[in-house]
Nanobody, 123 residues
Framework: QVHLVESGGGLVQPGGSLRLSCAASGIIFSIYAMGWYRQRPGKQRELVAAITSGGGTNYADSVKGRFTISRDNAKNMVYLQMNSLKPEDTAVYYC?????????????????WGQGTQVTVSS
């Protein structure tokens, strides 16, 4: 069973940057697609970025051009580089994994969530 541990969150001023990390275990990481999600206060969890096993990427419109997802198959890690952060990016950020890339686009039915990492963008 997949085990996911997110880290790297914190408090940052608007316009600042953070790099989130997600360590995955219990799976053959290299064949899994990975996604980064966030849950803002009072909102449902949403997909912000996804990466295929081959490195193809997809981003939510709200983060396109500011966030970059990447992966290191040798370390079983996926990252989310977040630049030009805005107060509306404040959320708990989670990662998730699936052999089927399309499945990542439906967070409501997903399981095996980690504890998440809090990102707060505020002056």
């Amino acid at each position: 069973q997949v085990h996911l541990v997110e880290s790297g969150g914190g408090l940052v001023q608007p316009g600042g940057s953070l790099r989130l990390s997600c360590a995955a275990s219990g799976i053959i990481f290299s064949i899994y697609a990975m996604g980064w999600y966030r849950q803002r206060p009072g909102k449902q969890r949403e997909l912000v970025a996804a990466i295929t096993s081959g490195g193809g990427t997809n981003y939510a419109d709200s983060v396109k051009g500011r966030f970059t997802i990447s992966r290191d198959n040798a370390k079983n890690m996926v990252y989310l580089q977040m630049n030009s952060l805005k107060p509306e990016d404040t959320a708990v950020y989670y990662c998730n994994a699936d052999e089927r890339y399309a499945a990542l686009f439906h967070p409501a039915g997903r399981s095996s969530w980690g504890q998440g990492t809090q990102v707060t963008v505020s002056s």
